[in-house]
Every structure is written in structure tokens, then in C-alpha cells.
T-cell receptor, first 112, second 114 residues
Framework: DTAVSQTPKYLVTQMGNDKSIKCEQNLGHDTMYWYKQDSKKFLKIMFS???????INETVPNRFSPKSPDKAHLNLHINSLELGDSAVYFC???????????FGEGSWLTVV | GQNIDQPTEMTATEGAIVQINCTYQ??????LFWYQQHAGEAPTFLSYNVLDGLEEKGRFSSFLSRSKGYSYLLLKELQMKDSASYLCAVRAPAWAYNTDKLIFGTGTRLQVFP
């Protein structure tokens, strides 16, 4: 059983499109995250939710909107995609805020 | 402010020992994590240090000195499969950053040669 699963794994889309990445965790964790890893492999937090409540929003453009329908799911919607959005997006979860983070397999987004 | 530094790349030979250093300057400190990330895969948890000293876990050990803002990951008896990126991450406290969070370094890409 996959602990943190995200879909799609690969996504190629045109500039200006809107796309979503879904994430689910079956670990019973309270906290979920979205991280972005750029071409230089720098892993940076974007958002964090604790029990469906947004607790971290790291100056991410408004085009990125996370949604947590329940504490096992955290989806990421991106409007008006730009070339610079091309990256790997990792969903993750932890038992509590600041605890060991478990990552999903990543979603490779390419904007052309 | 926050700053976490690691060497960008390292190389080593199969069977050898390698030490990957991480220095950090953050507003507060609640522990340090090491993650391993193989190319094209997700980071996976290796170790967590919150007190000074050495934590050993099989071929991997992690050391922390809070007074020096320094940690290292020691890999012994290197195997080809250890070729990966190793990410250092500091757990920053809520009082400094509104909430506890992990701040990642840029990672060290280790290549192991036969």
C-alpha cells in the first residue's frame, strides 16, 4: 500500500492552461504539505495544512490554490500555467507539524 | 534569516567511507533531518538528530553539534546503490516561523564509483 500517493505522475501542458494534482495519504497523519523541487533540486515548501487548516503559505503566487477536503487529501490546483512552473511537485505528510515528513512519488510538471 | 549549506557534489569509491557535512544558521532549532533522494524518486527519511552526538543506524550515522550549527551524515561501506542526493533539513520552531516547519538545504549529490 502506498502511504502518500499523488496523481498524475507526469503532466505536460501548454502555457495558460489550468491543471490539478491530487494527493492522498493513508498514514492517518494530521499534516500535509506541498513542496516544489526545481531544476537545481532545491526542495521548497509551498503549503502546509494541519487538520484541513492552512498553516503555511510560503509567498506562492495566487495562481496556486491548495484544497483539503479532509485531512487525508490535499490537492493542488494551478491556474494560468507559466513556463517557470515546470518542476517536480511533491506531496507529503507528517503525524504532526514539524515531525518526520513522508513524501509522495512526485508529479513531474512540464509547461510548454 | 535562514541558511543551510551543503557541498553540491561528492564522489567516492565503493567500499569507502564518506562524510557529508551540513552547516545551518536558522532562527531557532528543533532538530535536524537527513533524507536520501535517488534520481527521479521521492526523498526518503534517513535520520533525525535533536541532541548533540552521534546516532548510528546500520551503515549510516548522523552527528549533530548544536553549538556549532553543524551536522554530518557518515556513510560506511559504500555501495553503488548509495549514489543519490542527500538532503539536510532543519526543523525550525513555531516561535520563529509561525509554525514548525522543515527547511531543506540544497542537497549533496553523491556518486559512488566501482
Amino acid at each position: 500500500d502506498t502511504a502518500v500517493s499523488q496523481t498524475p505522475k507526469y503532466l505536460v501542458t501548454q502555457m495558460g492552461n489550468d491543471k490539478s494534482i491530487k494527493c492522498e495519504q493513508n498514514l492517518g497523519h494530521d499534516t500535509m504539505y506541498w513542496y516544489k523541487q526545481d531544476s537545481k533540486k532545491f526542495l521548497k515548501i509551498m503549503f502546509s495544512y494541519n487538520n484541513k487548516e492552512l498553516i503555511i503559505n510560503e509567498t506562492v503566487p495566487n495562481r496556486f490554490s491548495p484544497k483539503s477536503p479532509d485531512k487525508a487529501h490535499l490537492n493542488l490546483h494551478i491556474n494560468s500555467l507559466e513556463l517557470g512552473d515546470s518542476a517536480v511537485y511533491f506531496c507529503a505528510s507528517s503525524q504532526e507539524v514539524g515531525n518526520t515528513i513522508y513524501f509522495g512519488e512526485g508529479s513531474w510538471l512540464t509547461v510548454v | 534569516g535562514q541558511n543551510i549549506d551543503q557541498p553540491t557534489e561528492m564522489t567516492a569509491t565503493e567500499g569507502a567511507i564518506v562524510q557529508i557535512n551540513c552547516t545551518y544558521q536558522t532562527s531557532g532549532f528543533n532538530g535536524l533531518f537527513w533524507y536520501q533522494q535517488h534520481a527521479g524518486e521521492a526523498p526518503t527519511f534517513l535520520s533525525y538528530n535533536v541532541l548533540d552526538g552521534l546516532e548510528e543506524k546500520g551503515r549510516f550515522s548522523s552527528f549533530l553539534s548544536r553549538s556549532k550549527g553543524y551536522s554530518y551524515l557518515l556513510l560506511k561501506e559504500l555501495q553503488m546503490k548509495d549514489s543519490a542526493s542527500y538532503l539536510c533539513a532543519v526543523r525550525a520552531p513555531a516561535w520563529a516561523y509561525n509554525t514548525d516547519k522543515l527547511i531543506f538545504g540544497t542537497g549533496t549529490r553523491l556518486q559512488v564509483f566501482p
